[in-house]
């Protein structure tokens, strides 16, 4: 219910495209042995814009910028923080067969619980009807633990597994033959072999929502490619 509260919120809402052009455009760029489709350091060619991310800020008191303070690489790093919900979204090319990995460095400031106080990573297809009915994948962080939604609640995969003020590597490797997904905290694969909760799911958009209240989150170093987890 809380997933379906956020999202409904996000997409109601949510602005028009920035005009800004995408890193990689609708294809993949091959850089050190890896078939990029998607690539962002966060560092802006002026560092202060965020190219080709939708935002989408509830209130006055949320923020999504770059964060030239903090970050794991490069000079900046994407933050999210403030009192309410915010998210910002991003288009890439339509994946349906073969593996696929995600990768990004995760830090946050403060790992306490609140009742919608959950930081996602969401992959989702697009397929919208004003209900949330979509597919989606989703990662997350509940106060110190690292969770799949293998169904409307989280499964814990790493419990007490987060600290504040910490950049962690986290990484979902994908397989569209077989409709599975590995988790991966710092190098060490979490859980077991997971079955996609939506078999017929074919991402094409990444989505970071920040429903926390009482913690700044960042995110940098993002990477979407072809294959194995490297």
């Known amino acids: 219910m809380i997933i379906r509260i956020l999202f409904a919120l996000l997409f109601m809402c949510a602005p028009v495209w920035a005009g800004n052009v995408p890193m990689l455009g609708g294809g993949s760029t091959v850089t ?3 078939t990029y489709i998607l690539q962002d350091n966060f560092d802006g060619a002026d560092g202060t814009n965020l190219y080709g991310w939708n935002n989408w800020e509830r209130s006055d008191t949320d923020t999504i910028e770059l964060d030239t303070a903090q970050y794991h690489g490069g000079s ?6 403030g009192a309410d919900t915010k998210a910002c979204t991003h288009l890439f090319e339509k994946q349906s067969t073969g593996k696929q990995t995600l990768h990004l460095m995760y830090r946050t400031s403060s790992v306490e619980d609140t009742a919608y106080g959950i930081p ?14 979509y597919n989606w994948i989703l990662v997350g962080r509940k106060a110190n633990n690292l969770a799949y939604w293998n169904s409307g609640s989280p499964l ?3 419990s007490g597994c987060f600290s504040v003020d910490t950049w962690y590597a986290i990484d979902v490797e994908m397989d ?15 859980g077991g072999t997971f079955d996609f909760l939506y078999p017929s799911i074919n991402p094409d958009r990444i989505t970071f929502v920040d ?7 960042w995110i940098d170093s993002l990477e979407i490619y ?5």
């Open 32 to 34: 050190s042995g890896k």
């Open 76 to 81: 900046a790093a994407l933050k999210l923080s």
């Open 120 to 133: 996602f990573i969401w992959l989702s297809d697009g397929t919208w009807n004003g209900f949330g009915d």
């Open 156 to 158: 814990y995969i790493c």
């Open 176 to 190: 569209q033959d077989t409709k599975t997904l590995k988790i991966f905290l710092d190098g060490v694969q979490q």
């Open 211 to 217: 429903g926390t209240f009482n913690a700044d989150n």
């Open 226 to 230: 072809h294959g194995e987890r490297q």
